[in-house]
C-alpha cells in the first residue's frame, strides 16, 4: 500500500504514509487554506442572512494560482471571441457568473484542505524511532473523506502547477527531465507524488 491508495472492504480508501509524507500533505494543505483565504466565520457580520445571500467578487484574482483554482467560466478555446463586442460580453457573464458562485466554490475548497488537515492530524504516527525512515500511520478514509481528498489534492496540484507554468501534458513530461540542481526540483517532485496519489485515489473510487 505505500505510496498509493487502496480500497477499503465496505468502501472507502486507505494509504501507507510516513511522517514525511504526513507533514508535506499537512503543510500544503495549510499554505492552500491560506491562499483561498479566510471564511465567513472570520468576515462574520451581525447579519446571517445578509451573509447568506451576500455576493462574491466579479473580477477574477490576481494571483496566478488563484485564478488557476477559480478560473473564468466564459472563457478558454471552446468560447473563443472573434469580435470585440463577443470579448465584452464573455467579460460580462463571467463576471456574473463569479459573483453568484465564487464564495461557495472557496468554501468548498476550504472544507477539503480542512478535511484534508483533520484526518492526518487524527493519524497516530507508530515506528518513529529517529531512524532512517522514521515512523508512519495508516491513514483510512470513508468515501466521503476520500471525495474531500480528492478534491483537495486536485487543487494543490492546480496550485503546485500554476507555479511550475505547467498548462498540458508536454510541460508535465518536461518536469521529469529537470536536474537535481534545478531549484524547482522539489517542487517538481511534490506536483508528481501528488499526482499518483490523486490516481490512486480515483481508481480506488471507481471500483
Known sequence: MPGQFEPLPGGGAAVALDEVEISIIR??????LELIGPGPAENATDDPL?????????EPPS???LQRLFPDAYSGPE??????EQVEEQRVHSAEFRRFTENDLRAGKRENALAVIRSLDALTVEGGGGGE?????????????????????????LAIGSRLDVVDEEDTDL???LPDEDPRKPMVMAYLWL???QETLVETLMQ
Open 27 to 32: 503543510s500544503l494543505a495549510v499554505q492552500l
Open 50 to 58: 445578509a451573509e447568506l445571500f451576500a455576493d462574491g467578487p466579479s
Open 63 to 65: 494571483d496566478p494560482v
Open 79 to 84: 468560447v473563443e471571441a472573434t469580435s470585440p
Open 133 to 157: 525512515g522514521g515512523g508512519g500511520a495508516v491513514l483510512k478514509l470513508s468515501e466521503e473523506d476520500a471525495k474531500q481528498w480528492l478534491g483537495a489534492l486536485n487543487d494543490l496540484r
Open 175 to 177: 518536469l521529469y527531465r
Open 195 to 197: 499526482g499518483g496519489l
